[in-house]
């Protein structure tokens, strides 16, 4: 499973920015899709997923929630983040994972990542 990533820059605090990603390697499904991101100096940080029938979980901490969305579109294979209101501290590097997959002809468990996007927010 590889994963690719989009959509990072440079934007404003306030602003809002659509990260993308999508999974390539003759998948059938995949389980669990989102996001990961790290700032610099800190540890990787979760950030959500969103399973394959669509239940979708955020990290518990007031960090993302109520600002930052994710979707997915199955028949892509593809994940999106949309963060609005965008603060200082959301600059990271923004990372997409797979958690399990079905290809066609194999089960592939797991994780998998990809090589992650540069977000940076200024005042």
């Known amino acids: 499973v590889q994963l690719q990533a989009s959509g990072g820059g440079l934007v404003q605090a306030g602003e809002s920015l659509r990260l993308s990603c999508t999974a390539s390697?003759?998948?059938?499904?995949?389980?669990?899709l989102g996001w990961y991101r790290q700032a610099p100096g800190k540890q990787r940080e979760f950030v959500g997923y969103?399973?394959?029938?669509?239940?979708?979980?955020?990290a518990d901490s007031d960090s993302v929630k109520g600002r930052f969305t994710i979707s997915r579109n199955n028949t892509k294979n593809s994940v999106y983040l949309q963060m609005n209101s965008l603060k200082l501290e959301d600059t990271a590097v923004y990372y997409c994972?797979?958690?399990?997959?079905?290809?066609?002809?194999?089960?592939?468990?797991?994780?998998?990542w990809g090589p992650g996007t540069l977000v940076t927010v200024s005042s």
């Open positions: 994972y797979a958690h399990e997959a079905w290809l066609r002809g194999s089960y592939a468990p797991g994780d998998y």
């Open positions: 969103q399973t394959s029938v669509g239940d979708t979980i955020y």
């Open positions: 390697g003759n998948i059938f499904t995949i389980n669990r």
